[in-house]
């Protein structure tokens, strides 16, 4: 009788020689790491939504949906907006390799990067995380006196002196 794999075991589901995970989890050394990349991703997508993206696809390709599923969870930890493509296109992706390898050691992914010591120091920085497109964040201030609202119309709106309609902005 085989025993389960890491995936299924933290998963506590049954395994069979027919397993998703388990031919997934190849590429990762230990089965500590294995236990983590698994409950990580059942936690980003779902138990049943990591077990039906990897089932939708083939087979040969399942380990390479993982590690995908797991970069990508990572880059959107990382960078909430635009996830890996984000931080591969800014040339972060040393950011999401650092948030994947923090998943397999059990670190958290909050304490990776150097971009965090602006936002704890509570300088009211977007996370730049070492990116050239994050900027800071403009304060917004608004006038006591000016009214704040929402123009819930078509883009027309009457002034009260007048009965023809006029474009708003």
Same mark, same amino acid.
């Given at each position: 009788?085989?025993?389960?794999?890491?995936?299924?075991?933290?998963?506590?589901?049954?395994?069979?020689?027919?397993?998703?995970?388990?031919?997934?989890?190849?590429?990762?050394?230990?089965?500590?790491?294995?236990?983590?990349?698994?409950?990580?991703?059942?936690?980003?997508?779902?138990?049943?939504?990591?077990?039906?993206?990897?089932?939708?696809?083939?087979?040969?390709?399942?380990?390479?949906?993982?590690?995908?599923?797991?970069?990508?969870?990572?880059?959107?930890?990382?960078?909430?907006?635009?996830?890996?493509?984000?931080?591969?296109?800014?040339?972060?992706?040393?950011?999401?390799?650092?948030?994947?390898?923090?998943?397999?050691?059990?670190?958290?992914?909050? %304490?990776?990067?150097?971009?965090?010591?602006? /936002? !704890? +120091?509570?300088? #009211?920085?977007?996370? @730049?995380? *070492?990116? =050239?497109?994050?900027? %800071?964040?403009?304060?917004?201030?608004?006038? /006591? !006196? +000016?009214?704040? #609202?929402?123009?819930? @119309?078509? *883009?027309? =709106?009457?002034?009260?002196?007048?009965?023809?309609?006029?474009?708003?902005?």
């Amino acid at each position: 009788m085989r025993t389960s794999c890491n995936g299924c075991r933290v998963l506590r589901k049954a395994c069979n020689d027919s397993c998703l995970i388990r031919p997934c989890l190849l590429w990762i050394k230990s089965a500590e790491s294995q236990a983590r990349a698994t409950l990580f991703l059942a936690k980003f997508y779902g138990r049943a939504g990591l077990l039906n993206l990897l089932g939708a696809a083939p087979d040969h390709l399942r380990p390479g949906v993982f590690r995908s599923l797991l970069y990508e969870a990572c880059g959107r930890v990382v960078n909430p907006v635009y996830g890996s493509a984000g931080l591969l296109t800014s040339g972060s992706w040393r950011l999401c390799e650092e948030a994947v390898e923090a998943v397999l050691s059990g670190a958290p992914i909050g %304490q990776v990067g150097a971009g965090r010591r602006a /936002e !704890e +120091e509570g300088s #009211g920085s977007v996370f @730049s995380a *070492g990116s =050239s497109h994050v900027s %800071q964040a403009e304060d917004v201030k608004v006038e /006591e !006196e +000016e009214e704040v #609202g929402l123009e819930l @119309s078509l *883009g027309w =709106s009457r002034q009260p002196e007048q009965d023809v309609p006029t474009r708003v902005g």
